[in-house]
Every structure is written in C-alpha cells, then in structure tokens.
T-cell receptor
C-alpha cells in the first residue's frame, strides 16, 4: 500500500539551531501539505503545494520557516533558528487531485523536541 | 478563532456499545467534512467523509451524520471495539478557491473502549 514517507521520525535539537524535515508523498499525488500538531490540539496547516507551487502559506512563520518542493515531488520543511515553542509533531500529507473533495493521506510525522 | 470544535476531550465506552463523537463548526463555507483516527506516534488515518449535500454516510461500523442547520456532525461507531481506542479528529474543508483541500481540524477526542 502506498504511503507518505517522512524522515526523521524523531528529532531533538537545541534552541537556535537549524532543523529540516523531509517528505515523499504518495506517487502521483499533486498536492502536498505540511501540518503542525501541538500536543492536545488538532493539526494546523503550515503550507500547501500544488505541484511545485505554493498555494497557501498564510500560517507559515516565514521569518524562521521555509518550505520547498523543487521538482513537484518530495518536499523539505526547514526551521532556522528553532525555538522552544516549535516543539511539536510535523505532519506531511498528500492528496491526489486538485479542485476536488478529497481526503489527505498523512505520513507518520516527525516529532520535534527543541531543548 | 476555533472554526471546528470538539468539545469532549475524552469518551469512554464499553466494548460492543455505541461510541458517539461530536463536532461543531462555525464557518458556513465548509463544504465537506472528514473524520480521522490517530494512534500515538503515528499520523492521522482517514476514516470517513461526508459532503455538505448529504446528511448521512455509512461505511461498515462507522456512520457520519451531518446537520447543516445546526452546523454539527457526529461519528457513530457500532459496535465499538478495543482497537478503536485512539484520538479522533474532525476536519472540514472549503468549497473551493485557492485553499481547496486545506483542512481545518478540531482539537480531537480521545476514545477509550474498555473490554
């Protein structure tokens, strides 16, 4: 069964350091999402790609966060510098179609701890 | 502004009985609704969805009901099984525009099914 792959699964980093997460969506899925889930809350969208283009990054803290999907396939989310409040689960998801009602398929996530 | 709310942080039921999880939303522009299930240290898994043109959708033991006038939806699990114990997230998606596919999640409800 096709899955969304994410790495690493767990990451511990010191405050002010840079950290990066990688995501490989399900093959053929044009839309890719990065969500952040803080413990006790639901996932919140950070950025949405359609192919290689960003279609929504309104909730992405652009002073420290960046995301790219250069070839419209896999994607990287970077935080620089990391802050204590960035500790959360970072979830990548993909969906097959643009402009249609469809569910998003999630990866297992990266649990980030900033110390 | 919490546009999707799950007011019950937790629910405990006996195996074999019905589990009812509730969700309220405030944004009339939401066009479709989804339920996800999440185990610890894993990403959310899609369960079932419903379009705003329907009031009920059923898939095996899972049924979702939508009351548009009340802006309320619920997930019924019958019969409940211990393996259903997880966090359940309600999510809503908009009808269109550039943010099509962007899901807004509730805070989640922890379901515990006792043997």
């Amino acid at each position: 069964e096709a899955e969304v792959a994410q790495s690493p699964r767990y990451k511990i980093t010191e405050k002010s350091q840079a950290v990066a997460f990688w995501c490989d969506p399900i093959s053929g899925h044009a839309t890719l999402y990065w969500y952040r889930q803080i413990l006790g809350q639901g996932p919140e969208l950070l950025v949405q790609f359609q192919d290689e283009s960003v279609v929504d990054d309104s909730q992405l803290p652009k002073d420290r966060f960046s995301a790219e999907r250069l070839k419209g396939v896999d994607s990287t989310l970077k935080i620089q510098p990391a802050e204590l409040g960035d500790s959360a689960m970072y979830l990548c998801a993909s969906s097959p179609r643009w402009g249609r009602r469809t569910e998003a398929f999630f990866g297992q996530g990266t649990r980030l701890t900033v110390v | 502004d919490q546009q999707v709310k799950q007011n019950s942080p937790s629910l405990s039921v006996q195996e074999g009985r019905i589990s009812i999880l509730n969700c309220d939303y405030t944004n009339s522009m939401f066009d479709y609704f989804l339920w996800y299930k999440k185990y610890p240290a894993e990403g959310p898994t899609f369960l079932i969805s419903i379009s705003s043109i329907k009031d009920k959708n059923e898939d095996g033991r899972f049924t979702v009901f939508l009351n548009k006038s009340a802006k309320h939806l619920s997930l019924h699990i019958v019969p409940s099984q211990p393996g259903d114990s997880a966090v359940y997230f309600c999510a809503a998606g908009p009808a269109g525009g550039t943010s099509y596919g962007k899901l807004t999640f509730g805070q989640g409800t922890i379901l515990t099914v006792h043997p």
